[in-house]
Structure formats: structure tokens, C-alpha cells
């Protein structure tokens, strides 16, 4: 009985296997188009290995042509990075506020806090981008970046971490004589590393792949972060369809790199937040 | 030494000083937070539903604001196109339901059935985490009409006359339907295997000695223990649905002839291209309240039909 088990587990897996191969068909036609010759893109049957390689042709257009995506990747690294770095500092210091700290607004606050987190980003655009633009934040990184830098979800992911710390150690470090600034620096992050790791994974993805804000709040072309850029590009390079999945291409890979490099953290902290980007 | 306050006094101004050291510390810590969220959120929502009162365009500056009352709102229910938003927005929940159950099934199937699991976790995950306009780009050109690699192969197995996707106006709203489903999949999956590792094995172990089959386990017990789960997906997967925007505005821009414009895109129409700031506000209004009343649901149903 044990045999055939493990027989229905190998054809179970084969084919899972096969319906895997399907559901990433897309990415796989996207790659291999990205290596071909214009001319054989829409030959059929499909080319699954290209007949014509022009890789180096097509990737060096798309990142040093007309639309150079050198430009574009140094935009979206500076803005993803940055805004990873500082959430997670602001999300951190609130966690820990309202976990660690017994203070008179506390709870007041934290409702507060918790009541922005139903508002849908798009019903405050307007006002947003109104503000932004009396305040000289629009049309700069800068309003890009402090535009994510303050996520409610990250306080409330963090702060499950925080009240998991033993409030002892906060204690004996108090009677030890160190100030909160210092028992948060030293001991409170330092053992909720792994939370703060998963949250930054997830909060670079997202700003990595964030279409909306950037659509309104960056007009210059050299500003222009990855997801406009490949709009734009798309737009432009109308018919040439191996370039536009090259640039598609560039794109996500650094992100597939990021995923499964931390794909462990990423799927735990999804699960364990239930947390939807 | 001899101190001149009674000892308890001094405990209690201690205590009192430390309480408000407490309070600075503690406000120092969720400040920035807290001046983010009143700035950038909180600030914004109440100019959300000061503005979908008002008549103004972007350009005409703040001396150009003339008040309306509901006059925005009233316009909204007679506005064809938004109407139109509207119920394809409720069109779209349609997805909610299809991508819960796939995940469900794949959740089951990779925890219990199949070897390398991390390898199947990873490849159905990849379209969430992937960047939606590249991937959005890619299915525009795989559903190009007359000579894109879908239509070739539907051809090639018969069908002579292929749908032409987002090009028609009957077909372009189960598309997009469909590639969201394929995106919405991982998350949910992963959210399902969680769920499904937190159900207590000898539950299983008891039905086998009862000699219960697979059938009869999943749905006396994998199904009620995960409704939990399924209750969380649904709530968010609905509240999802009325933020779509980024597959809409790269693959069809709300058209054909309207076939796809969904609340959000209406929003940004009205207020970026049209400049329409107040009636765009409105839309925001009723956008919130849709939210507001699906959140709030939440909480009522919850009780009703979850197994805890």
C-alpha cells in the first residue's frame, strides 16, 4: 500500500509539473522572444529555441538607446531602496511605540493608525497630488519615496513581532539604565531582524513594481521609474516586439533574482501576515 | 540623610516623572509614523470628502472652487459611464471566487500530493510577484488578434474564427479577468498552504481509522477548518478587486467602448486627463464607501458562517 502512494505522489507530480510549465508560459514565451530576430516573433509554430539569436542586439538597445534603461534601473534602485530603508525605520520605531511603551495616547493613536489602513490609495490621490504640488514634492524622488515610507501595514506586521519580545528584557535593560532610543537600537531590533527582513523584501517588491504613484506624481522623463518606463518604451517602440520583451525582461529579472533569494522569508511573511501588496 | 518630603511623596513624584518620560519616549517612537500618516493619509481623506462637494478643475486654482452640495453625487448615478465602472467592477468579483477555489485545490495538492513543493511553491507564485505593466505588456502582444501566438494556436487546432481578446468589446473584460486570476493565484495559494499546515494532523489520522477516503476528509474536514482562511481571502480579494487599475490602464485603458473601465480607472480619467477634480472626488467618496461597507461586513458575517 506504502508503493502505491508514493506511485500516486510521482504522477501527481508530473502532472503538477506540466501545469506549471502552462501557468509560466508566458514568461517563458516573454524570454524567448527577447533573444530573437523581429522577423521570427510571430512565426508559427513558436520558435521555442530561436532559430536567429540577436541577444546582445536587443538587450543592448534597450538599455542604451533611445529610452536607456541604465537610466531608468538607477531610478527605480535609488527610489526602491531608499524607501525600503526608511519604512522600515519609521515602521519599526512605531511597532515598537506601541508595543514596548505604555504611554496616555497609545491606544487612541493606534486607532487611529488603524483606521487609515481601510482608506483605499486611491480614493486620497487627488488631495495628495494637490498637496504635493503647493509643498514643490511633485515631479521628485523624494515625494516618491516619502509617498510609501509610511506604511500602516508594516507598523501592524512588526508590532505581532514586538509583542512577541518578553517584556522582561525591556525591564532589566531599563534597570540597567538604558533609554528606550537605546534598548530599541540595540536589543528590540536586533531580535526582530528576521520580521524586518521579510517586511523589506516585501516593501522593495512592491515599490519596485508600484505603477500608480509614480503615473501621477513624476512627470520628468529622466525621473521615470522602471513600470512607466516600459510603458512608455512599449508605446514608442510600437511593432518591435523582441526589444519591448527584452525590456520586460529586464525588468522583472532582478525581482525573480530578489524573490528566490528570499523566497523562504517572503512566502512565511505573506503567510503569517496574510498581506496583500 | 534626612530628607524633608515624606518618602511616599517623592516615590510618587518619581512615578510621575517617569510616566512622563514614558509618554515622550513613546511619542518620539510612533512621531514619524504618526505625522506620515496624518499628512499623506488622514488630511487627504478629509479633503477626499470636502472636494466631492465642490465644482473645480486643477487649473482654474484655489479661487476657482464653487460649491455644488450633492449635485456631484447625483450627477454620478446618472452617469452612464460610471454606472458602467460600477458594474463591471461587480463583473470582476467573479474573478474572487474562481482563483480561491484553483488555490485551494493547488494548496492541497502541493501539501499533501506532490514532491519538490518548494519548487511548485515558487513557480505559482511568480506572476504575483512579478511587475504587473511587464507582465500586462507581455499579454497584450499574446493576445494580439490577427497573428499573436494565442490566436495562432487556437487556429491551429481548429477554431477558425478566434475571439479578438482585448480588442472587443465583448471580449475584453473576461481577459483581463483572466490574467488577474492567473496573477491573484500564488498569493492565494500561499495563503491556503498556511492555512492548511495550522489544521492538527490527527484529525486525519482519526478519519483514516474510521476509514473515511480523501473526499470525505477534505470536506468534513479540510474545507470547514480552512474557512477561516477562505472568509480572509474573500474579504480582501473583494476589496482588491476595487483597486485595479494598473492591468486597465496598460492593457485597454477602460475601452473598447468602455468594455473595461472599472471605478478606478473612471477616477483617474476624471481627475488627471479630464481635470474634473470635484466630481472625480466624488467617485473617491463612493469608492471609500464601498470599502467602508465591505470591511464593515466583514465583521458581521464573520461571525456567521467561520469555524474557529
Not at chain 1, 504640488?133 to 508590532?159: C, E, K, P, Q
Request: glycine residues 6%; contains cysteine.
Amino acid at each position: 500500500m506504502r508503493e502505491g502512494l508514493e506511485w500516486r505522489k510521482v504522477i501527481m507530480t508530473i502532472i503538477m509539473f506540466a501545469g506549471s510549465i502552462l501557468f509560466l508560459l508566458p514568461f517563458i514565451w516573454m524570454l524567448v522572444t527577447s533573444f530573437k530576430v523581429e522577423t521570427d516573433v510571430f512565426t508559427y509554430p513558436i520558435q521555442w529555441i530561436p532559430r536567429k539569436w540577436n541577444v546582445i542586439e536587443n538587450y543592448k538597445e534597450v538599455w542604451f538607446g533611445q529610452y536607456p534603461f541604465t537610466l531608468y534601473y538607477w531610478n527605480s534602485i535609488k527610489v526602491a531602496v531608499t524607501t525600503t530603508l526608511l519604512s522600515c525605520l519609521v515602521s519599526a520605531m512605531a511597532a515598537y511605540g506601541f508595543s514596548k511603551i505604555k504611554f496616555a495616547a497609545s491606544n487612541f493613536l493606534f486607532l487611529i493608525v488603524l483606521i487609515t489602513y481601510m482608506i483605499p490609495g486611491q480614493a486620497i490621490l487627488i488631495p495628495q497630488f494637490i498637496l504635493y504640488r503647493n509643498i514643490g514634492l511633485f515631479d521628485s524622488h523624494l515625494g516618491l519615496i516619502l509617498l510609501g515610507s509610511f506604511s500602516v501595514l508594516g507598523t501592524f506586521m512588526l508590532r505581532q513581532f514586538f509583542m512577541g519580545l518578553h517584556q522582561e528584557y525591556i525591564e532589566s535593560a531599563k534597570i540597567d539604565g538604558a533609554g528606550h532610543p537605546r534598548i530599541f537600537w540595540s536589543i528590540a531590533l536586533p531580535l526582530v531582524k528576521p520580521a524586518v527582513a521579510t517586511y523589506a523584501i516585501l516593501r522593495f517588491i512592491w515599490t519596485w513594481n508600484d505603477y500608480q504613484n509614480p503615473l501621477i506624481f513624476i512627470r520628468s522623463d529622466n525621473l521615470l521609474t522602471l513600470p512607466i518606463a516600459i510603458q512608455k518604451f512599449t508605446s514608442m517602440s510600437g511593432e518591435f516586439y523582441s526589444l519591448i520583451m527584452a525590456a520586460a525582461v529586464s525588468a522583472i529579472l532582478p525581482l525573480i533574482i530578489v524573490f528566490i533569494m528570499g523566497q523562504k522569508s517572503v512566502i512565511e511573511g505573506i503567510a503569517l501576515g496574510g498581506v496583500k501588496g | 540623610m534626612i530628607s524633608k518630603k515624606p518618602p511616599e511623596a517623592a516615590d510618587k513624584r518619581k512615578a510621575w516623572s517617569l510616566q512622563q518620560g514614558e509618554t515622550l519616549a513613546g511619542f518620539l517612537f510612533v512621531g514619524p509614523m504618526l505625522i506620515g500618516v496624518i499628512i499623506l493619509v488622514l488630511i487627504p481623506i478629509i479633503a477626499t470628502l470636502v472636494l466631492g462637494f465642490a465644482d473645480w478643475n486643477f487649473v482654474q486654482g484655489f479661487d476657482g472652487i464653487r460649491w455644488v452640495g450633492f449635485q456631484n453625487f447625483i450627477n454620478l448615478f446618472q452617469d452612464e459611464m460610471f454606472i458602467r465602472s460600477v458594474r463591471n467592477n461587480f463583473i470582476f468579483l467573479l474573478t474572487v471566487p474562481i482563483y480561491m477555489l484553483v488555490s485551494m485545490v493547488l494548496a492541497v495538492l502541493i501539501d499533501r500530493y506532490v514532491y519538490f513543493k518548494g519548487f511548485f511553491k515558487i513557480a505559482y507564485f511568480v506572476p504575483y510577484v512579478s511587475m504587473t505593466v511587464a507582465v500586462a505588456v507581455v499579454w497584450q502582444v499574446l493576445f494580439q488578434p490577427s497573428y499573436g501566438p494565442i490566436n495562432e494556436m487556437l487556429k491551429a487546432v481548429g477554431i477558425t474564427d478566434p475571439p479578438k481578446w482585448i480588442a472587443d468589446p465583448n471580449f475584453a473584460l473576461i481577459s483581463i479577468m483572466m490574467i488577474s486570476i492567473w496573477i491573484s493565484i500564488g498569493f492565494n495559494m500561499i495563503i491556503y498552504i498556511a492555512g492548511l499546515q495550522s489544521i492538527p494532523k490527527d484529525l486525519y489520522e482519526a478519519a483514516d481509522i474510521d476509514g473515511a477516503n480523501a473526499w470525505t476528509k477534505f470536506r468534513r474536514i479540510t474545507f470547514p477548518l480552512l474557512s477561516p482562511t477562505s472568509f480572509f481571502l474573500l474579504v480582501t480579494g473583494i476589496i482588491a478587486t476595487f483597486k485595479v487599475f494598473d492591468i486597465i490602464a496598460v492593457m485597454t485603458q477602460g475601452g473598447p467602448i468602455g468594455s473595461t473601465t472599472m471605478m478606478v480607472w473612471y477616477l483617474y480619467d476624471t481627475a488627471f486627463v479630464n481635470l474634473k477634480v470635484g466630481y472625480a472626488s466624488s467617485i473617491a467618496v463612493v469608492l471609500f464607501i464601498f470599502v467602508l461597507l465591505i470591511t464593515l461586513g466583514q465583521w458581521i458575517a464573520q461571525k456567521k458562517w467561520v469555524n474557529y
